[in-house]
Each structure stands twice: as C-alpha cells, then as structure tokens.
C-alpha cells in the first residue's frame, strides 16, 4: 500500500518557519514527481510546489516564490517544504503529493494530475 505520511506543521507566528516533511512508502520514490498543496478552511486546494523525479526541475506558485523551497531526498524517501516567512495566509492543512507524470506548471498545479496524496499537516500563523 502506497503511504504518504506528513509532519512537521504547527503554530507559529508572522515571520516564522517551518519545514514540512513527507515520508513515501510503497512505491518507488524516484520514479515520481512530488508536490505539496494546501487547503485553507472553506476553500478548494490551491497548488504550493511540484519537484521532479531527480530535482533537475521546480515549480512555485506564485503565492509562495521566494518564501517557500521544496526539496526532494530520495535516499530517505522524503520530500520536504520548507516555509519562511511565513503569514497568516499561509494558514492550512499542507498536503504531500506523488505521481508518475512530470509535465509544465500548469500541469503540475493541477491536483487531479497526481496519484497519490497523504493525509495533511496543519500549519497555524498567527498574527
């Protein structure tokens, strides 16, 4: 059974941090591109960062480029996302996502193009 486990949300203040992490099991972990997404309360998902299968190539939303870096260690089978400066916009459940086609920003942003999600982190900023 494919699993996509996150961690590392929490409350945090304007300005803070945090680093995301995303643990695969169950699949081959280079064979598919990785991404995050987040769902603030009473809205759809909205598409944060993709990474390709070997990190040659990275996708931001604009929401979140120049604050946000996602990073892949498939070694570990980890993907990570790590937040800087964060804002109370920010607020959601970040949700890790894998799958098998690795195409443009407009494709990748898309959720409906991944096979795979996890079950979310919840990540607080408060202001």
């Known amino acids: 059974q494919v699993q996509l486990v996150e961690s590392g949300g929490g409350l945090v203040q304007a300005g803070g941090s945090l680093r995301l992490s995303c643990a695969a099991s169950?699949?081959?972990?280079?064979?598919?591109?990785l991404g995050w997404f987040r769902r603030t309360q009473g809205k759809e998902r909205e598409f944060v960062a993709a990474i390709s299968f070997t990190a040659g190539s990275v996708y931001y939303s604009d929401l979140v480029k120049g604050r946000f870096t996602i990073s892949r260690d498939n070694a570990k089978n980890t993907v990570y996302l790590q937040t800087n400066s964060l804002a109370p916009e920010d607020t959601a459940v970040y949700y890790c996502?894998?799958?098998?086609?690795?195409?443009?920003?407009?494709?990748?942003?898309?959720?409906?193009?991944?096979?795979?999600w996890g079950q979310g982190t919840q990540v607080t900023v408060s202001s």
């Open positions: 996502v894998a799958g098998r086609r690795w195409g443009s920003t407009a494709t990748m942003s898309r959720g409906t193009g991944y096979d795979y």
């Open positions: 169950g699949l081959s972990f280079s064979s598919y591109a």
